[in-house]
């Protein structure tokens, strides 16, 4: 073979081979692979002193094996407090998860620049990393009003970190693909656009609405919405803990017919009471009102819980009132702040004097009718 024919060869293999150990692996470029990646949606936060904000964060492990992840508070303004939905993640490979952040800031925060340090280490690297949020404090100024058209970006989520509504694209694909924390009321979607209401026009629930009231573009807030401001339906009763009841009731026939199990409204008939549990007959039908009249029949010292307490029958007088007749029961209610059941409704005793009680429950029927929500606010257009 001729030498320079040899030669030849010879460094095209060698270039060939060089290329051929760059393929096997990745590249060397000189530069450390990071072990995991963290990642704050949106930035930084502009707010009031005193008020809290809510950041959603990522973690994403870039080892090629499970890895554990753990998130520590490093740093924090005094009288500070920070809050994390997850303080240790257990991801897959390029498995990517979200988490909340919720920092409250002091009544007596300095205007300007407040650092919070948030350090991430992982069970499989010595490298640690930080995500470094600056949470901007401005005076109060407040520029939206009842009245004002206002535009927000939102991110809505329960007490226990689970998202239910957002309007911001990042964090709309998290839940989405479940790769946050989510409510059970999450329905994925699309189309992630700020909201824009009039304050005040009564369009948003109640504790919406007062939430935006005093902010101005840029700011951000998060707020707590009870039930009863949220997307509750809160009914409120007061009695007595002595009570008087008619003897006779009327009812429409279909009614009867749907609440007594298919029971045909036939005089004589005695069925149980839908609600306080004692018999009841069936004494006229007026065909021409359209009415069943039932006569209540409880016997005296007979318990009820229609309530979801016990209440005791303590007179039973079918003469009072030339035959109108009445009914006299006395309430055993619960002590003021007692949860109980009224019907199939969570109810709360308002207040109970030893003379009268007041209580409310609610009977909304929406996924999140008795829960505490907590909504992120950030005005961006007025």
Not at 142 to 165: M, R
Request: glycine residues 10%.
């Amino acid at each position: 073979m001729n030498w320079k024919v040899f030669v030849l060869l010879a460094a095209t293999l060698l270039l060939a081979g060089t290329f051929a150990g760059c393929l096997e692996g990745d590249t060397d470029t000189g530069a450390p692979v990071e072990s995991f990646i963290v990642k704050i949606i949106g930035g930084s936060h502009t707010l009031v002193a005193g008020d809290s904000t809510t950041y959603i964060l990522t973690v994403t492990n870039q080892e090629a094996a499970n890895a554990t992840i753990t998130a520590t508070v490093l740093e924090s303004p005094q009288g500070w407090g920070v809050k994390l939905s997850n303080t240790t993640f257990v991801l897959e490979t390029l498995q990517v998860s979200g988490f909340i952040m919720v920092v409250n800031s002091s009544t007596d925060a300095q205007v300007g620049s407040n650092l919070v340090v948030v350090e991430f280490s992982s069970d499989l690297s010595d490298v640690k990393q930080q995500a470094r949020v600056n949470n901007v404090i401005i005076d109060a100024v407040g520029a939206a009003f009842v009245g004002s058209v206002v535009s927000v970006d939102y991110i809505g989520y329960t007490l226990d970190y689970g998202i239910f509504d957002t309007s911001i694209n990042d964090v709309g694909q998290l839940a989405n693909t479940k790769r946050i924390q989510i409510h059970e009321s999450y329905t994925p979607k699309g189309g992630f656009t700020p909201l824009e209401f009039t304050v005040g026009d009564g369009g948003m629930i109640a504790g919406f609405d007062q939430g935006v009231r005093g902010m101005d573009v840029g700011q951000s807030r998060t707020i707590i919405v009870e039930p009863k401001d949220g997307y509750g339906d809160i009914v409120t009763n007061t009695l007595t803990l002595t009570e008087e009841l008619p003897v006779f009731e009327t009812i429409r026939p279909h009614l009867f017919n749907t609440t007594y199990n298919g029971e045909q409204p036939i005089i004589g008939t005695v069925v149980d009471h839908d609600f306080w549990g004692w018999k009841v007959q069936v004494v006229e039908m007026d065909y021409s009102r359209d009415e069943v009249t039932l006569r209540h029949q409880p016997n005296q010292g007979e318990k009820s819980t229609g309530y979801g307490w016990n209440t005791t029958v303590t007179l039973v007088d079918y003469s009072f009132n030339n035959g109108e007749g009445k009914i006299v029961v006395v309430h055993d209610a619960p002590a003021t702040g007692t949860h109980f059941t009224y019907k199939e409704y969570n109810a709360v005793v308002l207040d109970n004097d030893g003379t009268s009680i007041s209580y409310e429950y609610n009977k909304s029927t929406n996924q999140l009718g008795d829960v505490v929500l907590v909504f992120e606010i950030k005005l961006v257009g007025l």
